[in-house]
């Protein structure tokens, strides 16, 4: 499971980025649908719910939480992967101005695994003339469900050297207790750690544009993902379009795709859309067609002026 716009799915990519919020709370909601020209699409949704629990008023820090829900179905047989999570965030001021923050985060929860074999369909059910369903497909199956307890660590960097340059960078690890992810009760058979390492960028090109550069590496063995890119932030900052940025961004996952993204923040709320276009070894049955995602978030913020105090939004 991922996301084009992984920076989007904040609990997804770091249980350390619950409570990185200037507002009170936040609600995130993440959805794809790929490989539709292939087979099945196979759909992926995300729903995230973010929060500080606690801030401490003269030392800047805070305590945060969140909620994490993750399901992706794909295939024939339905194979479904549920994950859900609670994560609990420290976050640490270190620095005066309130401007330089780290913060250490983990996430418990559950993975479910699940499939319908009644919709798998065999070669030696074809009796010569037809498929006939009758027929005793002669594999062994096992169970259809598996739940295992999951968790997650990780710690983000954020500094807002000035008011229009940003940096930051994390690490994350999912899946600490490589749960057993066997339908057959075969002890062997685990879901590896995923690590995830991740930075960017922003700063003011002209009055009325930013660029956000970013960079994100994911392994989990055997498998890689390189993903980079730019996104583009138009403001043109007149009368009641003063909180309303147009946004661009082009993207590659190295060796697999090309990812268009278009998407608009208004006041609180941010909306993305994407495309991959496929460009790996299976273009002749993609036709070169991969995922459609979309993502929308929105931060609540009773205040009518920021204080100074504030954290700042280390996000894109």
Known sequence: MHFSQYYAALLELNPANA???????????????????VTKPYQNIATFFDMQAIRRKFRK?????????????????????????????????ISYRNNHFISIGIMPGIIQHSIDFSALYYDNQYNGSYYDPDINSGELTGRKNRVNFDLAVGA???????????????????????????????HEIRLNMKHTIYGGSRFNVSQDLQMLPMLM?????????????TMLKYNRSKNYFDE??????LYGRYADALVIVAGMDYRNINFGVSYDINLSRLRPASRVRG???????YTYDNKKSKRIKEIPCPIF
Request: aromatic share 18%; net charge neutral; glycine share 10%.
């Open 217 to 229: 590496f994911c392994y989990q063995q055997p498998y890689t993902e390189i993903l980079f890119g």
């Open 61 to 93: 820090d805070a305590v945060g939480t969140g909620i994490y829900f993750n399901a992706d179905h794909a295939g024939d047989s339905k194979y479904s992967v549920l994950n859900s999570g609670i994560a609990l965030t420290y976050i640490k001021s």
């Open 291 to 297: 995922g459609l995602e979309f993502s929308i978030s």
């Open 244 to 249: 309303t940025t147009i946004n661009f961004g």
């Open 156 to 186: 983000h960097w954020f500094y807002q050297c000035t008011e229009n340059v940003s940096y930051h960078a994390g690490y994350s690890l999912f899946h600490i207790p490589r749960p057993n992810i066997s339908f057959m009760d075969n």
């Open 19 to 37: 409570g990185l919020i200037t507002g009170r709370f936040r609600v995130g909601l993440n959805s794809k649908s790929q490989w539709s020209s």
